[in-house]
């Protein structure tokens, strides 16, 4: 990928690594799979879909 600038740039960059720093997220991760049993894979499907859905919407928005 092209380096671009952005003002979060080093939390982007780490965010591999260290996941994100909201903790309500991880608590969400949690609570789908072990009071839901879902799987990793299944949550992971999940948020890449809804990444797919909010990028499909944000170039939808600014298509001219």
Same mark, same amino acid.
Not at 3 to 27: M, S, T, V
Not at 40 to 49: A, G, H, P, R, S
């Given at each position: 990928?092209?380096? &671009?600038?952005?003002? *979060? &740039?080093? *939390?982007? *960059?780490?965010?591999? @690594?260290?996941? /994100? =720093?909201? /903790?309500?997220?991880? $608590? @969400?991760?949690? &609570?789908? #799979? !072990?009071?839901?049993?879902? &799987?990793? =894979?299944?949550?992971? *499907? !999940?948020? @890449? $879909? #809804?990444? =797919?859905?909010?990028? #499909?919407?944000?170039? #939808?928005?600014?298509?001219?």
């Amino acid at each position: 990928m092209t380096p &671009r600038h952005h003002p *979060d &740039r080093h *939390d982007l *960059d780490d965010w591999a @690594l260290y996941g /994100p =720093k909201n /903790p309500e997220i991880g $608590q @969400l991760v949690d &609570r789908l #799979a !072990f009071d839901h049993g879902l &799987r990793v =894979k299944e949550i992971e *499907d !999940f948020i @890449l $879909q #809804a990444l =797919k859905n909010r990028v #499909a919407e944000e170039e #939808a928005r600014h298509k001219p």
